[in-house]
């Protein structure tokens, strides 16, 4: 299953909202009705973070300005008001047809 | 929290063999409750999922990297392994290490990752 991000480049204004598109080649509804779809965070110098699981979950810490939504092959994260903290690379993934897992290409997001 | 940490050679020649560890503290690998992951991530390039273990024995590979990797667990150190063999210069990458929580499969994918560590494959 093939991934795709938009943009690659997304520059941002502090305090302004961000929105990274995912795109899947197929439908990522699995037969047990769940849709398996990750979003994770790299900053700079780190190693990956998950942020949110099954298109809508935010993980533990996460901050609430985070949020993903989507179905079947058409997901989105938005982060409402963007802070310095953010920048960096965002990654889509997909579990649902599986093996083997795969990554989007990658979103950078910078600071205007 | 647990965490984890790769170590592992940083320089591999060509045709060799790529060996790292990953040493998990804050619990235990025996805990039949997880898959034991490696991903990597080639310089300047996006995330690439290796396989993963538990310790129960599932084991599952990436198809594209399947006939060279080896995946396993050391219960007594509490680490688990990758082996890669007859690696090339497409094997340099930054190699992390990472978790899977809960046995289901399909899953939610890799909730906790190591630092990640880079190894270089060159003559």
């Known amino acids: 299953v093939v991934m795709t991000q938009s943009p690659l480049s997304l520059p941002v204004t502090l305090g302004q909202p961000a929105s990274i598109s995912c795109k899947s080649s197929?439908?990522?509804?699995?037969?047990?009705?769940?849709?398996?779809l990750n979003w994770f965070q790299q900053r700079p110098g780190q190693s990956p973070r998950r942020l949110i699981y099954?298109?809508?979950n935010r993980d533990s810490g996460v901050p609430d300005r985070f949020n993903g939504s989507g179905s079947a092959s058409d997901f989105t994260l938005k982060i409402s008001r963007v802070e310095a903290e953010d920048v960096g690379l965002y990654y889509c993934?997909?579990?649902?047809?599986?093996?083997?897992?795969?990554f989007g290409q990658g979103t950078k997001l910078e600071i205007k | 929290q647990m965490q984890l940490q790769e170590s592992g050679p940083g320089l591999v020649k060509p045709s060799q063999t790529l060996s790292l560890t990953c040493t998990v503290s804050?619990?235990?690998?025996?805990?039949?409750?997880?898959?034991w992951s490696w991903l990597r991530q080639p310089p300047g390039r996006g995330l690439e999922w290796i396989g993963f273990m538990s310790y129960s024995g599932g084991t599952y590979n990436n198809p594209s990297l399947e006939s060279r990797l080896t995946i396993s667990l050391d219960t007594s150190k509490n680490q688990f392994s990758l082996k890669l063999n007859f690696v090339t210069v497409a094997d340099t990458a930054v190699y992390y290490c990472?978790?899977?929580?809960?046995?289901?499969?399909?899953?939610?994918?890799?909730?906790?990752w190591g630092q990640g560590t880079l190894v270089t494959v060159s003559s």
């Open positions: 990472a978790r899977v929580k809960g046995l289901s499969l399909p899953n939610d994918g890799f909730d906790i």
């Open positions: 804050g619990g235990s690998i025996r805990s039949g409750d997880y898959y």
């Open positions: 993934m997909q579990g649902t047809h599986w093996p083997p897992y795969t």
């Open positions: 099954k298109v809508s």
């Open positions: 197929q439908s990522l509804v699995h037969g047990d009705g769940n849709t398996y």
